[in-house]
């Protein structure tokens, strides 16, 4: 049997090789490891950007480490509810420090860590979203955690559509931002058909990164009465299945193997947009630069 500090050596060795034989005696010593778990973690939150900076470090001279990722996703498996504002205090770090210390999970698993770590409040998660000062994945990622809670119970639905709606009327700026176009996408993963007027007004003042395609794909699907992918908005069982598909442990052969449940229809928007152009935005309704004579909206754009 390993012992603990064997176990969190291994988590940080970066051999190229998912460490199986660490992850099944952590989860084997579940009752005294998770402390430990916990102390890792209230360390980071003590003090991310100095964390992030040695991680920074440390991968600059080929030394990574995802100690960070195996701690959350463990935690996630155990339920653990006193990982939840140590984890949410990590994520209010500023600019890129969360995304240094967790990489793709950000955009990939933390809406699903943070659901299966919840402990009841949601202030925290709106707090996140909320904050204009926060990077734009982290405030994604809080979004499809309230819709993970709605879908899986841990959040009552009407309570959800509520706080959504709050954020159209006033809790977010009206003014341009990729968190307007990952809250129209929230609406459409609700399948909140109430909301989507909000959506459209939204998409006239030019809110939303999105094209007309798109917003008619984003409000038939909120219509259905089909559910969304259950793959992405379901809580962690099996930390080791989440993880052991990486590229970093499979570098010859990067795919994920096959999911419980069928994939949801690709979504034609940006899942991950890019940095905003730095020179001024076309409205839709300007002149089209191409100089073809018509609307922005009805040529380039």
């Known amino acids: ?6 176990i969190l050596q291994a988590f940080k060795l970066d051999n190229g090789r998912f460490p199986a034989q660490a992850m099944a005696a952590a989860v084997e010593q579940r009752e005294t490891f998770t402390p430990e778990l916990l102390r890792v973690l209230a360390e980071l939150a003590a003090d991310p950007v100095t964390a992030a900076e040695a991680a920074g470090k440390a991968a600059i001279a080929q030394r990574y480490t995802l100690l960070p990722q195996f701690v959350v996703h463990l935690l996630a498996q155990f339920r653990e509810p006193r990982a939840y504002l140590p984890l949410v205090q990590i994520l209010r770090a500023p600019g890129p420090t ?5 990489g793709h999970t950000i955009t990939e698993g933390m809406h699903q860590i943070l659901a ?3 402990h009841g409040s949601p202030a925290p998660l709106q707090e996140l979203i909320e904050d204009e000062a926060l990077h734009q994945y982290v405030r994604s990622a809080a979004l499809r955690t309230v819709v993970t809670l709605a879908h899986t119970g841990r959040l009552p639905r009407a309570e959800v559509a509520a706080y959504f709606r709050s954020l159209f009327h006033g809790k977010l700026p009206r003014t341009f931002s990729y968190v307007w176009t990952h809250l129209a996408r929230s609406v459409m993963d609700l399948r909140e058909p109430a909301l989507l007027p909000e959506v459209r007004e939204a ?3 030019e809110l939303l990164e999105l094209t007309d395609a798109d917003l008619d794909f984003f409000e038939r699907s ?7 992918d259950r793959n992405q908005f379901r809580l962690i069982d099996d930390a080791a299945s989440e993880m052991r598909w990486w590229g970093c ?6 795919v994920r193997p096959p999911q419980p449940f069928p994939p949801a229809p690709r979504v034609p ?9 730095a020179k ?10 191409c100089g073809s004579g018509k609307k922005y909206k009805k040529c380039c754009g």
Not at 249 to 254: V, Y
Request: charged share 10%; glycine share 2%.
């Open 1 to 6: 049997m390993m012992t603990i500090p064997e």
């Open 98 to 102: 969360p995304l240094v210390l967790f």
């Open 116 to 118: 299966s770590v919840y």
């Open 203 to 205: 998409f006239a003042n």
């Open 222 to 228: 909120a219509l259905t009465t089909n559910p969304p």
């Open 249 to 254: 442990f499979n570098p010859a052969k990067n």
């Open 269 to 277: 928007y940006y899942a991950h947009p890019p940095t905003p152009p």
């Open 280 to 289: 001024p935005r076309i409205g839709r309704n300007d002149p089209c630069p």
